[in-house]
């Protein structure tokens, strides 16, 4: 209840909007110039509000629409807006200081896998008893492992000994999101893309019917 007053108090409407004039837009409306005596009197014969949603705007934008449905809008766009954010997972990887090739190949394989959804990787090297004195071996394979992955992320912190376990976190390398495309630039594209038909060669010893005359050449 507390998150809905402090989005209504967000945007001034009707009466609370003290500018000479403004822009209105809204569904099925010429976005038009007009005063705010006009403005309002025009939401007000439409049965809606009037909706300061671009207050730096010159002159600031109002959309006529009712409050209620404007805040309900505003709170899904939200929700939608938050679901398409990446939430990254920290996925554990565990090895021991004299791990074999074979499993650390199916380790490498999965971190591969992890990274490649934007997840990011811990992984360790956990010392068991006495085998705390192969640290140094232990500090080797989490590097080699590092190295093995880095098409797929980069280290956010070198191997570190922390109690019995020597830790070394993998973050996900960043993609780059590329910019929307235009329709314009979509339909150009459309005209590149779009396969030429290469027309078949003729060749003048098939268009020939008459008998052949040896020691003659007919192609072009």
């Not at 459309?190 to 003659?216: F, H, S």
């Amino acid at each position: 209840m507390k998150k809905d007053n402090k989005l209504k108090d967000t945007y001034r409407v009707n009466g609370q909007i003290r500018v000479p004039e403004v822009r209105i837009v809204g569904d099925n409306i010429e976005s038009q110039v007009l005063s705010i005596g006009r403005a309002r009197q025009m939401a007000e014969d439409m049965g809606v509000d009037l909706v300061e949603i671009s207050p730096n705007a010159d002159p600031p934008v109002c959309r006529l629409i009712e409050f209620s449905k404007f805040i309900y809008l505003q709170k899904k766009h939200a929700k939608e807006v938050k679901a398409k954010q990446v939430k990254v997972e920290v996925k554990e990887i565990r090895f021991g200081p004299q791990t074999d090739d074979h499993d650390y190949e199916f380790k490498l394989k999965h971190a591969k896998s992890f990274l490649t959804d934007g997840d990011k990787v811990k992984a360790y090297v956990f010392f068991k008893g006495r085998s705390i004195l192969f640290k140094e071996q232990g500090e080797v394979l989490l590097l080699r492992f590092a190295q093995d992955l880095e098409e797929y992320g980069k280290v956010e912190s070198m191997p570190t000994l922390e109690g019995k376990r020597m830790i070394m976190f993998i973050a996900p390398k960043k993609v780059i999101a590329k910019p929307m495309k235009t329709a314009e630039e979509l339909e150009s594209e459309k005209v590149i893309d779009t396969p030429v038909k290469k027309q078949p060669q003729k060749k003048a010893k098939k268009e020939y019917t008459g008998p052949k005359v040896e020691g003659e050449d007919f192609d072009d």
